[in-house]
């Protein structure tokens, strides 16, 4: 349905492949790929008509060819020049974010690189960091190859003006990320029984997956429980699911000959100090109204 909207190129470097629909509002919508079906393929550009609204509200979508979890040098800053350049020429008011898994991840992420009102986030990682996910063995053809982590996990970057609106599924699989979210102040934070990581294909199956992202947007919290309360939704508490604390990766050493093999843990990728946002290098938060983002320093 994709082809309803016009959407052209923004961006076509080999690392950042960004594209523009222009709405009629003065609401951006940041729209995030995910990882895509196919890890030979260049994921797509997702939630055409969810996050255009129809048509309505301008959209900046983003792709990451390398799956980076927004770790891949300058990325962004690149972002944050391509929302700019909307938000001058468009009259922007109102910034959100919207994406699936890794997509969701980054969603949330860059609510604190600007001044995002507010965050749809379906099936997001925690993280992907090898010193709090150890235990999460998806993705790590993409994970691997990360050398230097300048985003650890979502915990570092949460912001409290802004409204997050975070589902996951309830299958064990996704435990070890859903369940480390935190319980906080501005996040409504619902769990699908009978669901896998495909919160969207789901939302789809059921006919609803534009309203819920519509609702979400418009922060009508109330309107969404009620629209997701026939599928069995339920809040998600510390009682129907603990937080989970980091569980650092475990490998095996190569066993010298005749020696047991011991197992060790990981050395961290990046120390503490640089695994946070540097504000010493990157001006804080962009405001809509004023029409500028953050810029690279």
Same mark, same amino acid.
């Given at each position: 349905?994709?082809? *309803?909207?016009?959407?052209?190129?923004?961006?076509?470097?080999?690392?950042?492949?960004?594209?523009?629909?222009?709405?009629?509002?003065? *609401?951006?919508?940041?729209?995030?790929?995910?990882?895509?079906?196919?890890?030979?393929?260049?994921?797509?550009?997702?939630?055409? +008509?969810?996050?255009?609204?129809?048509?309505?509200?301008?959209?900046?979508?983003?792709?990451?060819?390398?799956?980076?979890?927004?770790?891949?040098? %300058?990325?962004?800053?690149? /972002?944050?020049?391509?929302?700019?350049? /909307?938000?001058?020429?468009?009259?922007?008011?109102?910034?959100?974010?919207?994406?699936?898994?890794?997509?969701?991840?980054?969603?949330?992420?860059?609510?604190?690189?600007?001044?995002?009102?507010?965050?749809?986030?379906?099936?997001?990682?925690?993280?992907?960091?090898?010193? /709090?996910?150890?235990?999460?063995?998806?993705?790590?053809?993409?994970?691997?190859?990360?050398?230097?982590?300048?985003?650890?996990?979502?915990?570092?970057?949460?912001?409290?003006?802004?409204?997050?609106?975070?589902?996951?599924?309830?299958?064990?699989?996704?435990?070890?990320?859903?369940?480390?979210?935190?319980?906080?102040?501005?996040?409504?934070?619902?769990?699908?029984?009978?669901?896998?990581?495909?919160?969207?294909?789901?939302?789809?199956?059921?006919?609803?997956?534009?309203?819920?992202?519509?609702?979400?947007?418009?922060?009508?919290?109330? +309107?969404?429980?009620?629209?997701?309360?026939?599928? %069995?939704?339920?809040? +998600?508490?510390?009682?129907?699911?603990?937080?989970?604390?980091?569980?650092?990766?475990?490998?095996?050493?190569?066993?010298?000959?005749?020696?047991?093999?011991?197992?060790?843990?990981?050395?961290?990728?990046?120390?503490?100090?640089?695994?946070?946002?540097?504000?010493?290098?990157?001006?804080?938060?962009?405001?809509?109204?004023?029409?500028?983002?953050?810029?690279?320093?």
């Amino acid at each position: 349905m994709a082809d *309803r909207f016009e959407i052209t190129p923004l961006r076509t470097d080999p690392d950042l492949l960004t594209y523009q629909h222009k709405g009629s509002n003065s *609401r951006l919508v940041i729209c995030l790929s995910g990882v895509g079906k196919d890890s030979e393929d260049i994921p797509p550009y997702e939630f055409a +008509r969810s996050a255009t609204e129809n048509g309505q509200n301008h959209v900046l979508f983003v792709v990451d060819p390398n799956r980076t979890w927004l770790n891949g040098a %300058g990325i962004i800053e690149r /972002i944050l020049e391509d929302t700019a350049k /909307i938000v001058d020429s468009c009259g922007i008011t109102s910034i959100c974010t919207l994406g699936h898994s890794m997509g969701g991840f980054a969603a949330i992420v860059l609510a604190d690189f600007m001044e995002v009102d507010t965050v749809v986030s379906l099936a997001p990682q925690h993280s992907v960091h090898p010193d /709090i996910a150890g235990n999460e063995h998806r993705w790590r053809n993409w994970v691997d190859p990360i050398s230097d982590f300048r985003i650890r996990s979502v915990d570092d970057h949460w912001v409290n003006e802004t409204a997050y609106h975070v589902i996951h599924g309830n299958h064990n699989r996704d435990k070890f990320q859903r369940d480390r979210f935190p319980i906080r102040a501005g996040l409504v934070h619902t769990i699908l029984p009978d669901t896998t990581h495909a919160v969207p294909q789901r939302l789809k199956r059921e006919g609803i997956l534009d309203q819920v992202v519509s609702l979400c947007l418009n922060n009508r919290t109330r +309107r969404v429980r009620q629209l997701l309360e026939p599928m %069995g939704a339920y809040r +998600r508490t510390t009682e129907n699911h603990p937080i989970l604390g980091p569980s650092p990766r475990v490998v095996e050493t190569p066993a010298a000959p005749n020696a047991t093999t011991i197992k060790v843990k990981t050395a961290a990728k990046t120390s503490m100090g640089a695994a946070k946002k540097a504000t010493t290098t990157t001006p804080k938060k962009a405001t809509a109204s004023r029409t500028k983002t953050k810029a690279a320093s």
